[in-house]
């Protein structure tokens, strides 16, 4: 058996006197699809905080590839290869694709205290490269987020995650507010991960779309695991009778 | 074609240079000549630099997504306190640098406080607002203190040489606008601060540390409008502690006129300029074509409203222009 890529021992986190999440222990090996399924309040998006490091666990372990870590900000989930994609999407619409898919991480020509003069040509070629390898087509690196539609938007999120070598996808409710075209151009995506050798985390309230596109289903309800199963074991009867 | 016509609707700045083109060829028949003549753009060229420093630092805060009502009286405080220690037998230089720090400590609470508490930034700086001018009233007794007679103003505001077009002023106004043009546009804290006024949210799931982005922000303004005050204290010879008032709000309209975006994410060092100069134009020009003083602050009101429709309606327009990939 491989080393999972994430395992997560005995997690537990409470919000002022909220039990959010309760003893939650979940293993994912590397190419996995996962689908993460749950009613609101469930315990869903806070086990991703913690897998993003926007929060910290209370009690218990996160390890990647066999290694325990310590994720105190999204930037050391980054550098560990967990990266996050949100329902309201994470990119600014007001800066172009280049800038975007460097943001927090621009390669430097020169630097003095990790400030310095971006290396703009690069990042304008590497973008390029990273929009084609999702195969995404878009007119131009310069071209304003803001005018790409929902889809290419979270298109342009995915090729950022992969550009950067991310191990692990975690995709937060990257459907919502999408069209039914865009929806499945995210599912596509999505689908994709595996082919490039990437673990993905999906979280939806959709069924239809987590069935779609994930090799596994975890269920959660009350801060705890409810439902761990392939997803050929199992129907969306099965897990919607569970929540 | 349709290229040149999106990038030229994108750049707010550019049509607020072409107006100002406009302007000066109305004025300059109005005047008779008078305003592009060599002694009245001397004049214009010596108060330029200390409201565009100002409009710069508010355009910079504004872009990564707060507001600066302070800087009016940071930029008389600063000169007052410079004066009151310069009085207490400190040299001129430690008597800069201590006045400077004393904006940067304003700007970092301005920050601080407005980030700590969730409160909106207007609020936090009207409340400076206040607490500035006071402490420049008290630090001065009432009386403005005296400059001592020697200081280095070969270096801030003379001519740069005799008979020159511009004051030295206009140099560091100059040296400053370039660097932080070029900090907003070529280096990575230009894309952070950029990214957290465009999307705070986004900008922080990315990593960046986007409190301390609002507060870098928040002391360069501040510090840019107490260096201005500084100008200006020079210029004039004495610090009034009445100095600035009012300069907060023509420096948010400069920002605007220029195509900041009040919410954030949007706005070019070179648009804060465009506006400062529309406003400098329309002030000097109303003066020299004999119209009634009184009008100038109903044209900026004009200027400021017709400002964000015409960049609103600019944007539109360019969305609908789809330009075909050219790679």
Known sequence: MTTPVIECRNLQKWYSGVHALKNVNLTIHPGE????????????????????????????EVLIEGRKVDLRSPKDAMRHGLETIYQYNSMVPTMSIARNLFIGREPLK????????????????????????????????DALVGELSGG?????????????????????????????????????????LKAQGLTGIFISHNMQHVFQSCDRIVAMARGEIVFDKPTAATSIDEVHALL | ????????????ELAGLALLIVLLAVFQVKSNG????????????????????????????????????SVGSVFALMPMSMAVILNSGVPFTAAVLLGLAICAVIGFVNGYVTLQFSIPSFITTLGMLFIARSLTIVISGGFPPLLPSDLPTWLFTDYIW????????????????VL?????????????????????????????PVKRVKIICFMLCSVLAGFAGLLQVLRLGSPLPSIGEG?????????????????????????????????????????????????????????????????????KMSRKIKVEAHK
């Open chain 1, 110 to 141: 020169w630097s003095v205290f990790g400030f310095g003069l971006m290396d703009q040509k690069r990042m304008r070629a590497e973008s390029v490269q990273a929009i084609a390898d999702v195969d995404l087509h878009l007119r131009s690196p």
């Open chain 2, 34 to 69: 008078v305003l592009l003549s060599f002694e009245n753009v001397r004049g214009v060229m010596g108060l330029l630099p200390e409201m565009a420093l100002v409009a710069i630092g508010v355009t910079i805060l504004m872009i990564c997504g707060e507001f600066d009502l």
């Open chain 2, 180 to 208: 932080a043009a070029a900090l907003l546009s070529l280096t990575n804290f230009g894309n952070w601060i950029r990214a957290t006024g465009g999307f705070n949210e986004a900008a922080a799931s990315m990593g960046i």
């Open chain 1, 33 to 60: 699809t996962v689908g993460l399924v749950g009613d609101n309040g469930a315990g869903k998006s806070t086990l991703i905080k913690i897998l993003s490091g926007v929060h910290h666990q209370d009690s218990g």
């Open chain 2, 1 to 12: 074609m349709k290229r040149f016509l999106k990038i030229y609707l994108d750049k707010p």
């Open chain 2, 162 to 177: 005799q008979g020159a077009l511009f004051r030295m002023s206009f140099v560091w106004f100059v040296g400053i606008a």
């Open chain 2, 247 to 315: 300069l907060e709000l023509q420096a948010v309209a400069a920002a605007v006129i220029g195509g900041t975006a009040l919410a954030g994410g949007i706005g070019t060092v070179f648009g804060a300029i465009i506006g400062t100069l529309l406003i400098r134009t329309i002030d000097n020009g109303l003066v020299l074509s004999r119209v009634d003083a009184n009008w100038f602050k109903f044209a900026i009101g004009v200027l400021t409203m017709f400002a964000v429709i015409a960049n609103a309606w600019m944007g």
């Open chain 1, 152 to 192: 290419q938007r979270q298109g342009v999120a995915i090729a950022r995650a992969m550009h950067f070598k991310s191990k692990v996808l975690i995709l937060d409710e990257p459907t919502n507010h999408l069209s039914v075209k865009e929806t499945d151009k995210v599912i596509g995506f999505v689908r994709g």
